[in-house]
Each structure stands twice: as C-alpha cells, then as structure tokens.
Nanobody, 121 residues
Framework: VQLQASGGGLVQAGGSLRLSCAAS????????MGWFRQAPGKEREFVVA???????YYSDSVKGRFTISRDNAKNTMYLQMNSLKPEDTAVYYC????????????????WGQGTQVTVSS
C-alpha cells in the first residue's frame, strides 16, 4: 500500500486548504483512515479519523473547522481545513488503520510521506 499526501502550503490565518491522500495498492473502502500532524519539537498528534463505515472522529482542536471525507471511486481521502490558525502549522500525515483505537498512531499500518501546512498570523 502506498499513500500519497498532497495539498499542503502556506496560508494566512483564517484561510483554507484541502489535503488529499491518494492510495494505491489497496482499496480504501474497507479500512479506517486517519490524519495526524506533527509540529517541530512535538509528538505526532491525532487530527481526525474516518471508519470504514463512514463514521468520523475529530480532535477537539479541529472540530467544527476541519472535515474529513473519502471518495471510494477515486480511492482518495480528503481533509478540508477551514478557519486555519497558526497553531495548525505542522506536517500532516495520512494513514490507513489496521484496527484498534482510532486516535492511537500505533493503530495505523501504512503512512503517507506527509505534506507541510504553514499558517501565518
């Protein structure tokens, strides 16, 4: 399985970005997926997850601002990020679950390479 994350960039506070995570080698349909982020000097942090049934789970820090979705026909997952804040600055990683607790990075078997999101104040 290969996951390719894209869509990051530099945006002003209050702006929006949409991240994509394209999968190859395995369908996304039957697996939970997640987005994590890691800021310099900090641990990798859970952002949001979507179960194989479509249930969604958001961290409190992004609830109401970020939206996760998936297009099974395109084998791609998305993260729409609105009302961005400087504290959202991080490298964002997409990952495919192998089961387990959705907010625990060890529950994810496959990871994309990450895409940088920088929010200026």
């Amino acid at each position: 399985v290969q996951l390719q994350a894209s869509g990051g960039g530099l945006v002003q506070a209050g702006g929006s970005l949409r991240l994509s995570c394209a999968a190859s080698g395995r369908s996304l349909n039957n697996y939970g997926m997640g987005w994590f982020r890691q800021a310099p000097g900090k641990e990798r942090e859970f952002v949001v997850a979507i179960s194989w049934r479509g249930g969604t789970y958001y961290s409190d820090s992004v609830k109401g601002r970020f939206t996760i979705s998936r297009d099974n026909a395109k084998n791609t997952m998305y993260l729409q990020m609105n009302s961005l804040k400087p504290e959202d600055t991080a490298v964002y990683y997409c990952a495919q679950s192998r089961g387990g607790t959705y907010y625990d990075p060890t529950s994810y078997a496959y990871w994309g390479q990450g895409t940088q999101v920088t929010v200026s104040s």
